[in-house]
């Protein structure tokens, strides 16, 4: 920075001021190549130049673009500047090495050219310095005289090759000019040496720096050629663009990447991230930096890729999971990379290829690999799509089956909010070759531990809760089915409601999840909750009221950091419906999920304000009025961060879990399914919700 000081332009207008140049080439002695040297840009240079040409370089300054070229064999160059300076220096320092180069002190509104005489135009920087984003008309037609000039003095398959940071109002004007006379094809490369900047320099540019080559053509062209977009890396064939906005679309991409780029080299950050599309424009990788906070200096970095079907894992999904895994991984800065669903990969190498060019970019100043590592788990094509749909209510959806650790599951996927597993179940291939599904086992964690409920109900010492008559349950949020399904075929005399607002995902839990048609014993209700609340609450039977309400809803978008339940289940007139509707000894069982330390406490305050303890009923006489007011609601953390279910009793039953205790549902049967011998760790964890 120190060679620079006081010499890069205060003000974009300086650009634009001849009186900046000339005291900036005053000043700077040595050859100024704010756009790159040579050696970063001859592979457009030598792509589209020939030896024989005849070259013209608009605005020629003190680059030695002009030495780089002939001493690569180019002899036919003439450079124009309004700074006879720089053109005496300019012509003083080549004529004894470089006899045969020619620089004149003229105007790019006049550039002296014979009509069809040139064979390339080069422009670096000079239009940019032109065209700044509040040109005056003076400013605009000046440019206008230039363009006019190019095409006047450019040969049939001539080319004009402009070197630019490409800010959105220079395309526009730049595309307005040379489309609208039907006679250009225009081609623009994203430079490779943007992305690889100079390692460890102050100066390392925000902005990647763009060659737009612009064919002449002798005759119209009717329709003209498609606009073609090219990327740095040379496997990588032109992109055809659908016009001027898709071509934007590119380049502002391209940007972007650059300061992202730029933003990650040069701090320490605790976490960023950005998508990167394919060609099509469609979202094919998810890039998250994640960094060492407590060091001053980076000195370790990789690249781990989240297998195929383990993006949801909290080790992935969660920042306190993303750290916890640079730490597993032993490194200062690790890129997580997420892999889109929709879209197919070939094998773990082809991925590495990929982001091989991008990713060397996110080093940290000071680390120079020649080969980034990649870290992964395991294969990353161990996907499949079976079913996709559109509901009007819940958009796009996907059923998937992926493996994991040696298990098949089947999951439901909206797209709107593709991190979120809405269902999911283990599926057991048959020996017939078939999927089934496993159904005796809740896979989801929060399901799991909302049956911890049942050690509130009103159960016998002898009495199996399994076989119990009577048993009525409520599950707001029917999804892909599993819970009421579970409910369903666990408890062989319970009466199950199921209520969804969407029935087109009603279909495809019966369909994708085996789901059961309604029976006697099952009501699936196509309604809001809210109103389906609303009428059960004014139930008068005790006996026709719920034992336990589940509530397994998600808020469509994430408002006051709460993501479950939806705001509107958790106002007093909301939970005072739930609690009407439940039985004088019921519960209200839901998973609370929020990153935002004060939602949580709101919550849980408006939930214990309103589920106090309010029946009275076997209120053990060592619990103080105090903790009958404040304790009533339990709550177990889920296996991520940010889960924590709340079970919500009507009335706390003396000695209720915790201390000396012994369950309602645990039984010393060694005929017990799996899920209630599981039962007791998820209970361990059962406190109530003040506890630290």
Known sequence: MSSLQGLLPKSHRDFTDPQYWKKFFEKYEKPFEWYGSYDQLHHVMEKYIKVSDSILELGCGNS???????????????????????????????????????FECKSVTENGAADESI????????????????????????VRKMFEEVERCLCPMGRY?????????????????????????????????AEDGQKGSENMSKMPVFAVVITKFRVLLNPPPKMEFVLPDADVKPIRVDGVEELKQFIMSSQELNWFRHYTKRNIIDEASINLCDTAGKPRYTLTVVDDMSLK????YSVFIIPRGRE???LFASKKGRQ??????????????????????????????????????????????????????GAVDLYESVAKGTSEISGAWTV????????????????????????????????RGKWQIKSDFLTCDHHRKMLLALEFLDIGKRENILSKAGLRFAVLGVGGGLLPRFLYEQFSQAFVVGVELDPEILKVAHKYFGLPKENPRLKLIVDDALNFLEQSSKCSKDDEKFDVIFMDLAASTAKNSLSCPPPAFVTESALENMKKSLKSRGVLAFNLVTRDDETSKEVKSTVERMFSLSGCVDIDKNISAEQLLTCSIYSVKGEEDVNEVLLCPKVRPVNGPSGDYTSRVLKDDKDSPDWVKNYSDDLEKLNLSNEK
Request: charge should be negative; hydrophobic fraction near 40%; charged fraction near 30%.
């Open 312 to 314: 949801s894992d909290w």
């Open 64 to 102: 030695e673009l002009a030495e780089k070229l002939y001493d690569n064999g180019f002899r036919h160059y003439r450079g124009i500047d309004t700074d006879s300076k720089v053109i005496q220096k300019q012509t003083v320092n080549n004529s004894t090495k470089r006899p045969e180069l020619a």
């Open 161 to 193: 090759i402009i070197i630019t940071l490409a800010q959105m109002h220079l395309v526009d004007f730049l595309l307005e000019y040379f489309l609208a006379r039907n006679r250009f094809h225009i081609r623009i490369h994203k430079c490779g040496f």
């Open 400 to 431: 998937e089956r992926v493996e994991m650790d040696e298990h098949w599951y089947r999951r439901l996927i909206f797209d709107a909010n593709p991190a979120l597993i809405q269902s999911e179940v283990e599926v057991i291939k048959s020996k």
């Open 324 to 377: 916890a895994l640079r730490a597993q991984c032993k490194k200062d800065r690790l890129v997580v990379v997420n892999l889109d669903r929709n879209q197919e990969y070939v094998c773990l190498q082809g991925i590495q290829n990929d982001l091989q060019s991008i990713v060397v970019a996110f080093e940290p100043i000071g680390i120079s690999s020649k080969q980034i590592e990649f870290l992964s788990l």
């Open 297 to 300: 200096q980076l000195n370790t």
């Open 119 to 142: 064979n390339v135009v080069i422009d670096k920087g000079t239009l940019d310095a032109l065209l700044q984003a509040d040109a005056t008309e003076d400013d605009k037609q000046t």
